[in-house]
């Protein structure tokens, strides 16, 4: 059976004519990601295709890194692979530190109340600043934004895919 691979990246763009393409990380350790020497798996969009490139060199740019891949010297040879993800298998993903969990992880989750009534599940992670906002797909269709606070999330329990939150007056409307 085939690892399961997590998307650290997407090429976005080409930069410059010596084959550097532009990165958009879809992980929080782009530094160990993008380090030089690793290698990735770059992935075409279906699936259908990949390649193991090995990064020479990468550095942040605004919100994106330009990376070096030693497979590519220029432009024309590094073009076709524009929307194309980088990625690791499954068995490399970094170690977290207590109440840190993947969005794979995540996503998916049922919510339920401390009383044990089911909220719904999660169905995306936003970011928007000092805490992470769990979006959960209520029974009732309507989408709630739970704030990834001690306050609120109680307990998290990845194995049985289950997520135990204390209702604050006014979470769910």
């Not at 993947?102 to 089911?118: L, M, R």
Request: proline share 5%; with cysteine; glycine share 6%.
């Amino acid at each position: 059976m085939k690892p399961k691979l997590l998307t650290v990246g997407k090429v976005v763009n080409t930069h410059g004519i010596r084959g550097e393409v532009k990165v958009w990380p879809e992980t929080d350790f782009p530094e160990e990601r993008f380090r030089n020497g690793n290698e990735l798996l770059l992935v075409a969009p279906d699936e259908s295709k990949s390649i193991t490139v090995t990064i020479v060199n990468a550095r942040p740019q605004k919100t994106v890194y330009i990376v070096k891949l030693k497979e590519f010297d220029n432009i024309n040879l590094v073009e076709p692979y524009k929307g194309w993800s980088l990625k690791v298998p499954s068995d490399q993903r970094a170690r977290l530190q207590r109440d840190e969990y993947y969005f794979h992880d995540i996503i998916g989750c049922e919510v339920k109340t401390e009383e044990g009534e089911s909220v719904g599940v999660i169905t995306d992670i936003l970011r928007p600043g000092a805490n992470d906002v769990w979006v959960v797909k209520q029974k009732n269709g309507k989408m709630a934004y739970l704030p990834y606070i001690a306050d609120v999330v109680i307990d998290v329990n990845i194995q049985e895919k289950v997520v135990t939150i204390r209702l604050m007056e006014g979470l769910l409307e």
